[in-house]
């Protein structure tokens, strides 16, 4: 269990001819240990590139990415990772998916094994350990993603759109997974998605970002005994407050494009 604390992150993209994409302008926020904060943002708006930073991938413009009160340097590996698209290996099965940190560095296979069977086992996929990643279903395939990032018992884990691309079904049951799993582990999670009703569902805080470049727009302490109802008066007074928030900054947005196409006519 690790504190996170973002400081005043800035990165640009080149693009092309026309200069650069500012894609997040001056964003600082914590984590708590032990928190899920949410961040909630429209497409395209740096969710991913935010994540990146933080995880060690990408280097900032500006900034810096502090743990427990330290600063990280890019390249670090105390970041856990669930990746927006399906990330595991298709030639490795269940169990040879969630080992593989631990093989790259070095663990006994005996240890190792008996690290993966608990790993397996916390996140509900222990029976299904010898199956290749196209013989299980997408929210196995997602349980398995998650595996793989908790065996390494990362400070503080990152799960961008971790839970997309799922019938609502099985998105519903996952969340209460990933509830149980962060239950078990104790792990800080910063978790990013489109979706306002997974947010409050799961989450101690939400912060909402900005049309591009991203910033800090709006922040949502979630006082919500748990388990949360989903229909409850409390949770449906929060979707629509972020909802109405959510609106503004798209009609802005819309209104902006506007008037770039009028200028450039
Ligand atoms: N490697 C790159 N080179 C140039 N531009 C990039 C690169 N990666 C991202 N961008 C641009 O930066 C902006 C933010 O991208 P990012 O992937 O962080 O957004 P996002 O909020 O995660 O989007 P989505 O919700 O669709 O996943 C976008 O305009 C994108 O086109
Ligand atoms: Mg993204």
Redesign the pocket.
């Known amino acids: 269990m690790a504190k996170l604390s973002v400081r005043n992150l800035s990165k640009s993209?080149?693009?092309g001819d026309s200069g650069e994409?500012e894609?997040l302008d001056n964003i600082t926020f914590d984590v708590e240990e032990g928190e899920l904060l949410s961040i909630l943002?429209p497409?395209?708006?740096?969710?991913?590139?935010l994540l990146k930073i933080i995880a060690g991938l990408l280097e900032p413009d500006e900034g810096e990415v502090l743990i427990d009160g330290k600063v990280v340097e890019p390249g670090h590996n105390r970041v856990g990772y669930i990746f927006?698209q399906e990330s595991l290996f298709p030639w490795r099965t269940v169990r040879q998916n969630v080992e593989f940190g631990l093989e790259v560095s070095g663990m006994p296979v005996e240890e190792r094994k008996k690290r993966t069977d608990e790993i397996l086992k916390i996140v509900g996929m222990e029976g299904l350990d010898d199956h290749f990643p196209h013989e299980v279903s997408g929210g196995q395939a997602r349980k398995t993603e998650m595996a793989r990032s908790l065996i390494l018992s990362p400070d503080i884990l990152v799960a961008d759109?971790a839970l997309s691309n799922l019938d609502a079904q099985t998105r519903n049951h996952l969340q209460e997974e990933f509830l149980r799993i962060q239950e078990i582990t104790g792990s800080t999670i910063l978790f990013v998605s489109?979706n306002v009703d997974e947010t409050v569902f799961l989450s101690n805080r939400i912060l909402m970002l900005s049309n591009?470049p991203a910033k800090v727009i709006a922040e949502y302490k979630l006082d919500l005994p748990r388990p949360r109802t989903r229909t409850s008066q409390a949770c449906l007074a929060y979707r629509s407050q972020i909802l109405d928030v959510l609106r503004v900054e798209q009609e802005k947005a819309m209104s902006l494009t506007r008037q770039k196409q009028s200028a450039s006519i």
């Open positions: 993209y080149p693009n994409t894609a943002g497409s395209g708006c740096g969710k991913t590139t927006q759109e489109h591009i």
